[in-house]
Each structure stands twice: as C-alpha cells, then as structure tokens.
C-alpha cells in the first residue's frame, strides 16, 4: 500500500457537512459525486496532500443510510491506495483477511475499489483505491 488515499466520512446532509469542512478545513470541496451502484454521493475535500471523502446516503438500503443508522455521523472507512489493486486483494487474502468484493468496482473520484471486512482489521472498515487508468 503505498499512502493514505482518503478517509471517508458518514454524513446525514451533504450540504451541510460541506459547509462545516469548508470551514474547517479552509477551502471548498472540488467535487461531487454519485455512485449509484453503492446508493450514495460523496463530496471530496484536499487538505494539503491528504483527501477526506464525505458519504450521504442516496436510499434507505445503502450501506451508508445502514452505517448511519447503527453507529451515526462519523469516520466510515479509511482508504489505502495501490498500484495494483488485483494483486493486493489475492495478498490480503492470502494473509488471511476477509475481502467483502473479490472483483474490483467503479468507485467515486476515478478509482477502482474494494473493501476488507472490519472484523479482521481491528473494526475498521479498510477500502484500496487504484486509479483507472486511460490507456
């Protein structure tokens, strides 16, 4: 893994907690996204090297609406990025990680993803990011 792709974050309202980071953090987001394969839109923030993705739940059957629902607002995951995320799953596997999607998805911010189980990393919810890339 090769750094702290992004942290993402559960949100109620996506206006709202744009808002509150733009304050925070001292600048706007730079995008906004929909993945309606995953029942949510997210919002992507930069400060300085690192990124924070916000996560709003488009329904009610979303993991994130379910996330939401069980645990409230609040870090969801926290996403490593790789160069070759097919190669990284078969290694985590092999080390003994559970991997809830064996074949990578289209994720938000052009990335392909996929997520290991938090029961075998301490609770935390761990997705791997690699960048598509256009060849």
């Not at 109620?12 to 929909?34: R, V």
């Not at 990124?51 to 609040?74: D, H, M, Q």
Request: glycine share 8%; aromatic share 6%.
């Amino acid at each position: 893994m090769d750094k702290i792709e992004h942290i993402g974050i559960a949100v109620k309202n996506l206006e709202d907690s744009n808002a509150l980071f733009a304050q925070l953090l001292g600048t706007s987001h730079y995008k906004t996204e929909e993945v309606a394969s995953e029942g949510v839109r997210t919002s992507f923030f930069k400060s300085g090297p690192n990124k924070v993705e916000l996560l709003e739940a488009t329904n009610e059957e979303s993991p994130i609406a379910k996330f939401l629902e069980k645990k409230g607002e609040g870090i969801h995951h926290i996403a490593f990025a790789v160069d070759d995320i097919k190669a990284e799953i078969l290694r985590l596997r092999e080390e003994g990680f559970i991997v809830l999607n064996e074949t990578p998805k289209k994720g938000a911010d052009n990335k392909l993803v996929a997520f290991l189980h938090p029961k075998g990393t301490n609770g935390v919810l761990v997705e791997l990011c690699q960048e598509i890339k256009v060849e």
